[in-house]
């Protein structure tokens, strides 16, 4: 680049010289044929020798009139005055157009010239016709008188001439003046011209000299490439350069190849496609292919050849380099084959795999078993319709279903736990039982395989639960009914045994008295026997009424009734047996219509009444209330008697259960538990509130008849 | 190159002329005579000169052109009888003449100067040229049509008041 502008810059150097050269040599050439015109113009002579002529003829006219006037006659043609008039006239005449007219003007002789001429004009009749000797003698006054004039302009036009003449030279001598300022000119750009042609010869050489080096260089590299062929050509298709790698790739020598045109060296040249690229290369594009072909013994051979444009001494030449790359080129073709086997074993891999996809797809979508597959960030591979169909799932996550996401749909199900909730890769694996909709068990099981894959499991596992839960009540129901037992053997255990005991103990006295018993005593005796009897008796019932209630015997006859009027009417009956106890009522005056069995519901206020009564000691006292809230009725019975323990408060409606501030106190542990039957029977409830030594309030309620009713208490 | 083809031309012609004019003789001049030629001629018929009047001169063909002269500014139409025709007919044999005119001048003229083909001129715009004119004969170069006759060696060739020529 900077080369570049420095040539350019010496290029215009040049090239001001050269202009330079040339415009001071046109200048002074230019110069030069001004002075050539003007001195081709220069006639100064010319116009004295016309002048002198001129006077000349004057002379010779004035001699003829003379002769004429002297009567000479008889001369010749020569000598007439005719014709000395006329040649003086054609004399005069000259010096009165043109350039002469010109000079005569300028010594301001025109006129008189001109007046002269007309004179001799007007005598030219006069001497044709026979002039006297007297008007001769005028006439040749009068030439006479033009004989000086002529002498005179010729006097003045000499010394114009002289004047001209110094001014000319002034003139000349300025034009040699500047010629020589234009050849110093010329000198100087020749010199510089000299100076450059010079250097350039110079540099020409240099260059010519690396020229050859790299020519050299050249011929050495091409020659000693062995293993490439080059091969140089010119458009006519005739080989230039033939290195001896040719030789070895087609057995051609180089002096046998140079300057014979390429289809004569072998066939390979004479291909349609060569001929193209060789062509394309002379036309300067570049191209490269490989030439495949079967020698003569059968041998494969694969040919590399690239071409190249190159431009050599204004020639368009092409160049190819040619190699033999048939290793290369069978390697390749094996490897291109082994690629097709390996793409055909591919594709049908692939399809086998497909298959066995597609089977494993259409087994998992056929299987009762819900089925996802998710990668190990918890992206969703694929899952089937069952899980798809899964409650959770189909509620919440039918969109962008991942894992985490999968396992949050399941979070809220019964049996869920936190795990579910915080899944986060790398997910661990659970096994989880979750309630995914009513009465529909699920198990989902989570597990990896391969550490990358996560498949899920979601296994109906309905059935199993049912059969479990039934299980469970069963054997619920079992242990149940041995803790029955149990309490029934100790609560028969104390319960019977002592009446038994006042029984034996009666009959003893009595047989071992015998006859010395007072009747009194006696009586005492009996009175004392009958109320064991009494007692077992009441035992035996209500173990009966349980037994019975146990076996689904009593009957629900539910019916409307009045729940106050029931409850002052048992009262009433039990403060007659129970005089000692005060019982205070706290009830709406209005009637309270309830829906329920009045005889059952009896049996549960007269175990609370009695319940009240015995637990409370020396004088009890208990309040009943009845009220009304919503659709249903309430009634408490409170007592202020022992208590029962809190721990023991959730046992108390066991049956046969018996709380440990009772003992000692007769009770079979059946009261209350029937009651709490009752109460369920008529889908009501019964609770209890109860501090130790503090007293017990039992709460039992049961639905109002009618709406009207419920509206009223409302 | 040029010349040596007009030279050759010209020998031919000259040759050809000469041997078709040399069984005519030249007449005697009936007129006054204008012009005397002399010198190395094959044609003559007084005393060894061919003399040619008027007639005679106007007998050999008109030739015509318009030019410049040294003399004047203008241009004017010259009209006579080729220079050539005249030396033909006198059957010149030589390589220059000398023209010489009734002021005495003279002047030498080479026969190669026929290539330009100057005419001697006998009308001038159409007027018959007198002796106060430059007449009666008058040689004339086609200044205009050739730029190197516009030098002072041919504006001296111009001869008027012509009445030899003296072929050597």
Request: hydrophobic share 45%; glycine share 6%.
């Amino acid at each position: 680049m900077k080369l570049n502008v420095k040539n350019h810059k010496a290029g215009l150097v040049t090239l001001l010289a050269m202009a330079v050269l040339a415009i001071c040599l046109s200048f002074a050439v230019a110069r030069l044929f001004n002075i050539e015109r003007d001195l081709r113009s220069e006639d100064t002579h010319t116009n004295l020798w016309m002048i002198s002529q001129s006077q000349f003829e004057a002379v010779l006219m004035a001699e003829s009139l003379a002769r004429y006037a002297g009567g000479e006659t008889g001369t010749q043609l020569e000598q007439t005055p005719e014709f000395r008039l006329a040649i003086l006239i054609s004399r005069i005449s000259v010096l009165l157009e043109g350039p002469q007219a010109e000079v005569i003007n300028k010594v301001d002789l025109l006129g008189d010239l001109k007046t002269a001429y007309l004179q001799l004009t007007l005598a030219e009749k006069m001497v044709d016709s026979n002039m006297s000797a007297e008007e001769a003698r005028r006439l040749r006054g009068q030439v006479r008188e033009l004989g000086y004039t002529l002498q005179a302009a010729a006097n003045e036009v000499m010394l114009l001439n002289r004047t001209e003449a110094s001014a000319k030279r002034e003139m000349y001598m300025q034009v040699v003046l500047e010629s020589f300022a234009f050849l110093t000119g010329i000198v100087i750009s020749a010199a510089f011209l000299l100076l450059r042609l010079f250097r350039g010869i110079q540099e020409a050489n240099r260059a010519k000299e690396l020229l050859q080096q790299e020519q050299e260089l050249s011929n050495l590299v091409i020659n000693n490439v062995s293993n490439q062929g080059i091969v140089m050509f010119d458009e006519n298709q005739e080989c230039l350069l033939w290195n001896p790698g040719m030789e070895g790739v087609l057995n051609v020598k180089p002096d046998m190849a140079v300057g014979r045109l390429m289809q004569e060296l072998d066939p390979l040249f004479a291909k349609e496609d060569v001929v193209r690229s060789f062509r394309l290369a002379i036309e300067g594009t570049s191209s490269v292919f490989e030439d495949e072909a079967t020698d003569a013994d059968g041998q494969q051979r694969c040919l590399e050849i690239n071409c190249f444009p190159v431009s050599m001494a204004h020639r368009k030449l092409g160049i190819a380099f040619m190699r033999d790359v048939t290793e290369q080129w069978l390697a390749r073709k094996q490897a291109e084959r082994q690629n097709f086997d390996l793409e055909i074993k591919i594709l049908q891999r692939t399809a086998a795999l497909r298959q066995a996809e597609r089977r494993l797809i259409a087994a998992i979508e056929s299987a009762s078993e819900g089925f996802a597959a998710f990668d190990w960030t918890g992206k969703l591979l694929f899952a089937n319709e069952q899980i798809w169909a899964a409650a959770p799932v189909a509620f919440w996550c039918r969109e962008e279903m991942s894992l985490p996401v999968f396992l949050r749909c399941f979070a809220m199900c019964e049996g869920a736990d936190q795990r579910l909730l915080v899944a986060q890769p790398p997910f661990d694996e659970i096994e989880i039982d979750l309630l995914i909709k009513k009465d529909v068990w699920a198990r989902l099981s989570i597990t990896k395989a391969d550490g990358a894959t996560i498949f899920v499991r979601l296994t109906d596992i309905s059935g199993y639960k049912q059969v479990a839960n039934a299980l469970q009540s069963a054997l619920d129901r079992e242990r149940e009914t041995t803790d029955a037992y149990r309490n029934f053997v100790s609560m028969v255990s104390h319960q019977f045994r002592t009446p038994l005991a006042i029984l034996d103990s009666s009959a003893q006295r009595i047989l071992r008295r015998g006859p010395n018993l007072t009747p009194d005593e006696l009586s005492n005796r009996i009175q004392k026997i009958r109320n064991a009897g009494t007692r077992l008796t009441r035992l035996v019932e209500s173990v009966l009424n349980a037994a019975k209630l146990d076996a689904g015997r009593i009957e629900l006859n539910p019916e409307p009734c009045e729940l106050v009027y029931l409850i002052m009417d048992i009262c009433e009956r039990q403060s007659e047996l129970n005089s000692h106890a005060d019982i205070r009522f706290d009830v709406p005056e209005l009637p309270v219509k309830v829906y329920c069995d009045s005889m059952l519901i009896e049996q549960v206020v007269l175990n609370l009444l009695t319940n009240a009564v015995k637990y409370s000691g020396e004088n009890p006292v208990v309040e009943i209330k009845v009220w009304t809230e919503g659709a249903r009725a309430f009634c408490s019975v409170r007592d202020w008697g022992i208590g029962i323990p809190a721990d023991e408060l959730p046992k108390i409606f066991d049956r046969f259960y018996r709380a440990r501030t009772a003992s000692g106190i007769a009770g079979t542990g059946i009261g209350l538990n029937f009651a709490q039957r009752i109460m369920h029977l008529h889908g009501g409830d019964i609770q209890v509130e109860s501090y130790e030594a503090g007293g017990s309030l039992f709460t039992f309620d049961l639905p109002l008849s009618n709406a009207d009713q419920a509206q009223q208490a409302a | 190159m040029r010349y040596v083809m007009l030279l050759g031309m010209l020998a031919t012609l000259l040759a050809g002329s000469s041997a078709a004019q040399a069984a005519e003789t030249l007449p005697r001049p009936q007129g006054p005579v204008l012009l005397k030629v002399s010198g190395k001629i094959e044609q003559t018929n007084v005393d060894g000169e061919a003399h040619f009047d008027r007639q005679m001169l106007e007998a050999l063909g008109k030739a015509s052109f318009t030019t410049g002269s040294a003399l004047t500014d203008k241009k004017q139409l010259f009209e006579g009888v080729s220079l050539r025709a005249v030396l033909e007919r006198a059957g010149a044999k030589g390589s220059s003449m000398q023209a010489s005119a009734l002021n005495n001048y003279k002047i030498q003229i080479p026969l190669d100067d026929m290539k330009y083909e100057p005419i001697i001129a006998m009308r001038v715009d159409g007027q018959v040229l007198k002796l106060r004119d430059k007449g009666p004969l008058w040689i004339v170069y086609p200044r205009d049509a050739y730029p190197e006759l516009q030098a002072q060696i041919y504006d001296s060739r111009w001869i008027w008041q012509l009445n030899k020529l003296h072929v050597e």
